[in-house]
């Protein structure tokens, strides 16, 4: 039963990555150039984010270099600010996408998010600085999401969004080692001119290979639909339709409540299992390694299975679960075999922002993709502004060191470095308070994981009054009824 569910995947996966779903093409459209098809969004993710993870070395020492003992407050603060701008413009760009096609925005957003890449080897304040700024078009996926939801049937969706995060997935596994291992070599140089080189490959492949997936001859109902109502665009009225519709608003919710704890478990996780748990280098890379392949198999096969099986809703309710397992085992234990557990975990529980966009995708009209995506993207790019914050914050309240210490850690207690305190009053109570630190740390060796685990319950509780059906709540993100009845007229005519 299995095997041949998964052959049956295997077909569908085939016919749809190289074709789109209006089987009528012109003349000129024969070629597979002019087609639109997932395989140029899957191109267009996997470039941008290579190019970035080749990074991850060189943005550590040059942070160190340029702000030396602040470097993780000022990331901090990048972070934050790049997070901001993005959650403020990610519906503007998807709303005027929707009006004025793909193929323009995935130029601007590419272009710009990769500019300050080269900046980082001519002047390190003019990259932190361009960086930050860049939040404003920070919101690729959206435009990719919205671009691959213009070209599949809701059938295909699941599995195409499924394919675009695992090569998201992919390219950030792949290159921090291929990065670390050419800095090693040749030096941070070398990394930096291959990503900037990289980055502009990625430009030029939108530029001359990625067809639009919006124009009149493909989609004239909505070509029409965008320039009756192309203020839609407008991020005020935006925001105020999702405000209206309560299952979108319910949607949003569970991404900040999901997205939240993971945005700041990734900003400290490495260092959190180098310090806290004593991974060895050669450990963490395996455990990036074991989690990145576990997830490109989790968000393409597994996440079609369970989507055709329970349905949307169920499946995104499993990934939330699986969350939750995941932050609660980093919060409660230290033992390095339940970690190696909870990364075979986490793998599963990445099926749940695709599964998000799934919902919304087929919630949404079909001209209104670009701002439905835009929002949940604009959620995403302010979790990932204050997760990093949130979670050092709570580090520091229960007093867990994420600096490197002078002596080492012990390689029988894997477990936080607490500074002990002056005495008070007098050494009872000084002992009383270190006894209680100590079992603190005994009990939650991870208190920002037991917290994000709280929040992803939250989401759970969101999740379950979610009608199972997209289409089972009448969505505010359509065409009003004058603008459909004009569109059907012209459409007749």
């Known amino acids: 039963m299995i095997f041949r569910t998964m052959l049956g995947y295997r077909r569908k996966l085939k016919s749809f990555v190289w074709r789109r779903k209006n089987p009528k093409l012109t003349k000129e459209e024969k070629s597979d150039l002019f087609q639109p098809s997932v395989y140029h969004a899957l191109v ?39 997070g901001i701008l993005s959650f403020l413009s990610a519906p503007v760009i998807g709303g005027l996408s929707d009006v004025w096609g793909r193929k323009p925005f995935l130029l601007l957003t590419v272009t710009f998010t990769c500019t300050p890449i080269p900046l980082m080897k001519f002047s390190p304040m003019w990259y932190f600085t361009i960086l930050s700024l860049s939040g404003v078009f920070s919101v690729t996926f959206s435009i990719i999401f919205a671009y691959v939801a213009d070209i599949t049937t809701r059938e295909e969706r699941s599995t195409a969004y499924g394919l675009v995060s695992a090569t998201f997935a992919a390219s950030l596994v792949t290159s921090p080692a291929v990065g670390a291992y050419l800095g090693a070599m040749y030096g941070d140089s070398l990394v930096i001119a291959l990503a900037s080189a990289i980055a502009l490959l990625d430009v030029f492949f939108i530029m001359v290979a990625v067809p639009e997936s919006l124009s009149e001859t493909r989609h004239p109902e909505i070509h029409h639909l965008s320039k009756l109502s192309w203020e839609k665009a407008d991020p005020f009225g935006s925001l105020k339709k999702i405000g209206k519709d309560e299952l979108i608003l319910m949607l949003c919710v569970m991404v900040f409540l999901s997205y939240l704890p993971e945005a700041g478990e990734y900003s400290c996780f490495f260092v959190y299992l180098r310090l806290v748990l004593d991974f060895s280098p050669e450990k963490v890379a395996a455990f990036v390694a074991m989690i990145g392949v576990t997830s490109v198999i989790a968000q393409t096969a597994l996440m079609a299975i369970l989507m055709r099986q329970l349905g949307l809703k169920q499946t995104i309710i499993v990934g939330l679960v699986f969350e939750m397992l995941q932050l609660f ?14 990364g075979a975990v986490a793998a599963i529980c990445s099926i749940t922002y695709p599964s998000i966009s799934v919902f919304v995708s087929a919630h949404a009209s079909p001209d209104q993709q670009g701002v439905a995506q835009g929002v949940v993207t604009g959620i995403r790019g302010l979790c990932n502004g204050l997760g990093p914050a ?18 080492g850690l012990l390689p029988d207690h894997p477990v936080a470095v607490i500074p002990t305190r002056p005495a008070i009053v007098n050494g009872s109570l000084v002992v009383s308070e270190n006894k209680i630190l100590h079992i603190q740390k005994l009990i939650v060796p991870g208190p920002p994981f037991v917290f994000g685990g709280i929040l992803v319950i939250v989401a759970l509780l969101v999740a379950s009054f979610m009608p199972s059906s997209p289409n089972s709540s009448s969505s505010l993100l359509t065409a009003d009824d004058s603008t459909q009845s004009m569109s059907s007229e012209t459409l007749e005519h």
């Open 44 to 82: 267009v993710i996997f470039l941008e984010f290579f190019s970035w993870g080749l990074l991850i070395s060189p943005v550590i020492t040059v942070l160190n270099d340029t702000f030396g003992s602040n470097a993780f407050l000022m990331n901090g603060l990048i972070q934050g600010i790049k």
């Open 329 to 342: 085992m980093l919060g409660f234990f230290a033992q390095h075999w339940i970690v190696w557990i909870s």
């Open 390 to 407: 949130l979670y050092g914050f709570i580090f520091y309240l229960f007093k867990v060191d994420l600096n490197e210490p002078d002596h």
